[in-house]
């Protein structure tokens, strides 16, 4: 496990242009997102929207699944040659069974993995027929930490449980089983070939230990990785954490918005853990920052974030930030009504999900990030 350690162990070097301040400019902004549209025909049992998506590259080709929540099926699509691949029904009874309550997400290159999050079990299933094949791992009932954040909603973001795949390792986050306190480490690694586990040596940033109970499931981190880097944040704040290859320290930065607030409203200190109706609002009308994404190729970060919503019958103002590493400027664009924030990024380009009405096709926003 030590040459894991090394695979996202911290580089002090993070390329200069994305160290903390050295090179960062002041925020332009750049208006309505510019991109191309990818359109795919589909039939039933297929949605026209998928909530909870992953997506791989197999040589030139891009794959992309999602659950499909009424049929409780994994549907693989071509995104490349533009067809759809297959449907995989999981099965909601018996001893090998995968119900919708206990499904959360699920992950795939070459497998399919899915979360039963009331037992902290991480499964893998088949790729030929979607049918459970094994246990990867399981927290015990002793452990003082879980696999999924319980004492909030995350309601608008989420995608479900949060894991990523770096090529070996299945990565999760940690949080405590009270909900309440802040913990180090923040990751959990899984090993697939041998189930063996390792906490990653990232912690919480000094400043958020007195943060939980102000913004609730807000605090709990969102994270992507890439060949060479993991990063991570926190939806209630604008601020970058970055993990890369062969240093002891984590990089910060700022994506500072020039159209919203750069910090989320901390919730009124009478809305209880427990109180579901006033979290629940809470959460869905809040400031709120989501995932950053890191492109290579580009040399570009990218995140979206959402404004206060005025009440919960409104539709938020949606924006994307982008981050040139080699330039150090920070470019801000209002997103069209129709692009959501379901998005992934590979090889140089952003795909976003478009809002879709109809089950006839599957719509994204494709956007060359190197135009940007």
């Given at each position: 496990m030590k040459a894991?350690?090394?695979?996202?162990a911290l580089m002090a070097s993070l390329l200069m242009a994305c160290s903390s301040g050295s090179n960062q400019k002041e925020t332009i902004s750049a208006g309505v997102l510019k991109y191309d549209s990818l359109s795919?025909?589909?039939?039933?049992?297929?949605?026209?929207?998928?909530?909870q998506t992953a997506h791989y590259?197999?040589?030139n080709t891009l794959y992309w699944a999602g659950y499909n929540h009424l049929l409780h099926s994994i549907e693989v699509f071509d995104l490349t040659n533009r067809k759809t691949m297959a449907s995989y029904e999981l099965e909601p009874e018996g001893p090998n069974a995968i119900t919708k309550n206990q499904f959360s997400n699920f992950l795939m290159n070459d497998s399919m993995f899915v979360f039963k999050?009331?037992?902290n079990e991480l499964k893998l299933l088949s790729r030929k027929d979607g049918k459970l094949l094994k246990t990867i791992f399981t927290l015990?009932?002793?452990?003082?930490?879980?696999?999924q954040y319980r004492g909030g909603l995350d309601a608008e973001y989420s995608r479900g449980f949060r894991m990523r795949w770096d090529g070996e390792n299945i990565v999760t986050p940690l949080f405590a089983k009270n909900g309440q306190k802040m913990h180090d480490p923040l990751f959990l690694s899984v090993n697939?070939?041998?189930s063996e586990t390792e906490r990653l040596p990232m912690a919480y940033p000094e400043n958020m230990k007195d943060e939980l109970g102000k913004y609730g499931s807000l605090t709990s981190p969102f994270f992507t990785m890439s060949e060479d880097r993991m990063v991570y944040n926190f939806s209630y704040s604008s601020q970058v954490y970055v993990a890369m290859k062969g240093s002891d320290?984590?990089?910060?930065?700022?994506?500072?918005?020039?159209?919203?607030?750069?910090?989320?409203?901390p919730k009124d200190a009478n809305i209880g853990q427990r109180n579901f109706k006033e979290s629940f609002e809470y959460e869905r009308m809040v400031l709120r920052f989501g995932e950053v994404n890191y492109d290579k190729q580009?040399?570009?970060?990218i995140r979206l974030h959402y404004d206060d919503r005025p009440s919960m019958f409104e539709d938020r103002d949606i924006y994307l930030m982008v981050y040139k590493c080699r330039t150090g400027e920070i470019l801000e664009y209002e997103l069209p009504k129709e692009v959501t924030s379901r998005h992934f990024v590979v090889d140089g380009h952003a795909y976003f999900q478009l809002k879709n009405s109809e089950d006839s096709h599957l719509y994204f926003a494709v956007v060359r990030l190197a135009d940007l």
């Open positions: 894991h350690l090394n695979i996202i795919m025909p589909i039939d039933y049992p297929c949605l026209g929207f998928y909530y590259k197999d040589g999050g009331y037992r015990s009932p002793e452990e003082e930490y879980q696999l697939l070939r041998t320290e984590v990089q910060t930065f700022a994506m500072n918005s020039r159209a919203t607030s750069n910090q989320s409203v580009s040399d570009i970060y």
